[in-house]
């Protein structure tokens, strides 16, 4: 049984699209500023992305993506220099730009096949690299999601593209079975009722569900931002699960619940 709790990734999203907050860190200023309080509210790692994987999202061009993302990875290091920075990118041109303006590691939803270029820039930067499950696209991944046994195909997908991620060079691998991201309700509780079976495949297992669809279809709250506290008690019911770092939108709720966590294991 795990008895420490995951590490918390606090979400930075300068896009005016994503499913649950877009458009309202959409400045750099007030990007930032989000950031540097969510470090303050507890975080242990920023993760900032500047293009939506929202399901029936468009991609947005390197140029557009950089110009979001740059200015607050700069902004938040001319601040905090010592706080984690993960960069949310598929683009190899995005993630090389971020690490060198100050970002520490690579999230990237595609798991190396949109870019496989991304694999050689986490390599040569030494950056842990987050590398995700996802059926489809986010334009075509919830176009009626299928597997034969969801919780293997996810883990021999997730095994096989370690492997390549290795063969490039990638030395620490974080594996995300991407909840939502081409799966439906049964599928990602399928998913989280097997975590085990993703321990191990990577150095790392990261776990995102924070404010997502299929938590609305369980509990009947229709609007993403008010799925906080269902995100919380679904973390706290998985507490125990091999699960290395959460990526939450309210990081100060999920702070509240490692200071609970912590005093009951004292």
Excluded: C, W
Aim: proline share 5%; no cysteine.
């Amino acid at each position: 049984m795990n008895r420490t709790f995951p590490r918390i990734m606090g979400v930075v999203n300068v896009t005016p699209d994503s499913f649950s907050d877009g458009g309202q860190f959409s400045s750099h200023h007030e990007a930032v500023a989000h950031g540097l309080r969510l470090v303050a509210e507890g975080a242990d790692i920023l993760d900032i992305g500047g293009e939506s994987t929202r399901p029936g999202s468009e991609s947005v061009s390197v140029h557009e993506e950089l110009s979001r993302v740059i200015p607050v990875i700069e902004g938040i290091r001319s601040v905090n220099p010592l706080v984690p920075i993960s960069i949310d990118t598929t683009k190899a041109p995005v993630a090389s730009a971020a690490l060198a303006s100050g970002a520490t590691m690579v999230n990237d939803v595609s798991g190396g096949l949109s870019d496989p270029e991304i694999l050689d820039v986490a390599a040569q930067a030494h950056a842990p690299y987050i590398l995700m499950h996802m059926q489809g696209t986010p334009r075509t991944m919830q176009d009626d999601p299928r597997y034969g046994d969801v919780v293997r195909d996810v883990s021999a997908y997730l095994q096989q593209r370690v492997e390549v991620a290795r063969s490039r060079g990638v030395q620490h691998i974080i594996v995300d079975p991407g909840i939502g991201f081409g799966k439906n309700v049964d599928h990602n509780l399928a998913l989280l009722s097997e975590l085990e079976s993703f321990a191990g495949i990577g150095n790392e297992l990261l776990l995102g569900i924070s404010r997502k669809r299929f938590l609305g279809a369980v509990t009947g709250i229709t609007d993403p931002a008010h799925r906080d506290v269902a995100t919380a008690m679904t973390h706290a019911l998985l507490l125990g699960k091999p699960v290395n770092v959460i990526r939450v939108h309210n990081v100060a709720l999920h702070a509240q619940l490692r200071s609970l966590h912590t005093a009951m294991l004292r």
